[in-house]
């Protein structure tokens, strides 16, 4: 278990580490050394199990498909993280790090968006607890997401649109850091995936934790065994698949699939296969796999996704595949279109254009009869309606 896991220094084998600035150097130290301390109090869990509960509406369910299973012939649950307040899996993060950022004597929040998923559920946990929120997301993805956009406002928060680079979720993540940089003593970050500088990745991998706890307690109850054969995630920073593959990551017996965005083609020059593509360099404060140009250049991700064009990919995940735990599979565009409007005429459940791309993992692989698969359904698709009606009326689905 411990080689998949963050070592004392934040490092997940060579990938990892805190790359900051020296002005937050005593936040990211003050974070590190409290957030296992609060994590681990049991007030402190006491009141993020009861919001989980009776806010969020876990636990989420684990839902055998019928359809589904009958046309890839085996069993597939999806794991649904679609059923959450706010419609994801970005909640169960959100609640966990602002109940810290209180007990840290924080008083403004900050984020960064991309899909607008972790930006609403960021705004929503502000309202909860009256603090100030400010969430930075791309000019890009506020014309492709506006329904998140109105929803983030409507909950109090201000939503600045960002006009650097191609206008995405890096750049939004650029902005976030540079605003942290300026206000340091009141303001505390809630990144929104397994990304940034330790202990971040850790910090969001544990509190999504609990998507693969119930997991193992739901299988067990309906399967008698707490282990499927394979678990499948869509990654992009990474935080649903974190959450879906942590309490396996010590069962070799668990096969561990990663979809990450192919965008119209891995070698395209338009993709965010940042797993494929990427080369070790540094982004946001820790050391990953990164999209990259021969003189370092960080290259523009593309993805139908606004949640998975990322250059970069969490450390952890880094590591996964690096060490061969996981295997990573690209799903362009159209795949995971398909696969979305696949598992709504079958299963009458429309997902997220995110959780489409671990669909389309189901076509590019054979499974057996007696096979458990576990599919982490992180979203659903409100927030990609004009999407895919775009996509009917154009008539390519």
């Not at 050394?33 to 109090?41: E, F």
């Not at 890839?72 to 790090?97: M, P």
């Not at 008083?107 to 960064?112: G, L, P, Q, V």
């Not at 010590?250 to 990663?258: A, C, R, T, Y």
């Amino acid at each position: 278990m411990e080689k998949f896991r963050v070592d004392e220094n934040g490092f997940y084998g060579e990938f990892g580490g805190a790359y900051i600035p020296e002005i937050l150097y005593d936040n990211v130290e003050n974070l590190k050394n409290a957030y296992l301390k609060i994590l681990d109090d049991e007030l402190f869990q006491k009141e993020y199990n009861d919001l989980l509960r009776d806010y969020v509406g876990r636990p989420t369910p684990l839902y055998l498909t019928r359809r589904l299973s009958d046309k890839y012939g085996c069993k597939i649950y999806l794991k649904r993280e679609d059923l959450n307040h706010t419609g994801a899996h970005k909640i169960n993060n959100t609640i966990g790090q602002i109940l810290l950022a209180r007990r840290m004597g924080k008083t403004r929040i900050i984020a960064e968006t991309g899909a607008g998923q972790h930006g609403v559920a960021t705004a929503t946990v502000c309202a909860l607890m009256n603090m100030e929120c400010v969430v930075y997301m791309g000019k890009t993805d506020i014309e492709r997401q506006h329904l998140n956009v109105q929803k983030m406002e409507m909950l109090g928060a201000t939503v600045i649109p960002v006009t650097s680079g191609n206008m995405t979720l890096k750049d939004a993540t650029n902005e976030a850091i540079r605003d942290w940089c300026c206000n340091p003593s009141d303001t505390y970050y809630i990144i929104g995936s397994v990304v940034g500088p330790h202990p971040y990745p850790d910090m969001v991998a544990r509190l999504q934790s609990v998507i693969s706890e119930e997991t193992r307690k739901q299988l067990l109850e309906k399967e008698g065994r707490e282990t499927p054969d394979y678990v499948i995630a869509c990654v992009g920073g990474g935080s649903n698949a974190a959450g879906m593959v942590y309490h396996f990551l010590d069962e070799p017996n668990v096969k561990i699939i990663l979809a990450e965005a192919g965008g119209k083609g891995v070698n395209s020059g338009e993709s965010a296969a940042t797993i494929q593509l990427g080369k070790k360099g540094i982004i946001h404060g820790s050391k990953t796999l990164i999209m990259q140009s021969e003189d370092g250049q960080i290259e523009e991700p593309y993805s139908i996704s606004a949640g998975l064009d990322y250059p970069g990919i969490g450390p952890m995940h880094a590591h996964l595949v690096k060490s061969g735990r996981s295997e990573v599979l690209a799903i362009d565009d159209d795949e995971a279109i398909e696969a979305a409007f696949e598992l709504t005429a079958l299963e009458g459940i429309i997902p997220a254009i995110e959780s489409a791309h671990a669909l389309g993992v189901l076509k590019k692989k054979t499974f057996k009869p007696d096979d458990v698969v576990v599919l982490c359904l992180s979203g659903r698709g409100d927030k990609d309606m004009e999407t895919y009606v775009r996509l009917k009326e154009e008539g390519g689905f």
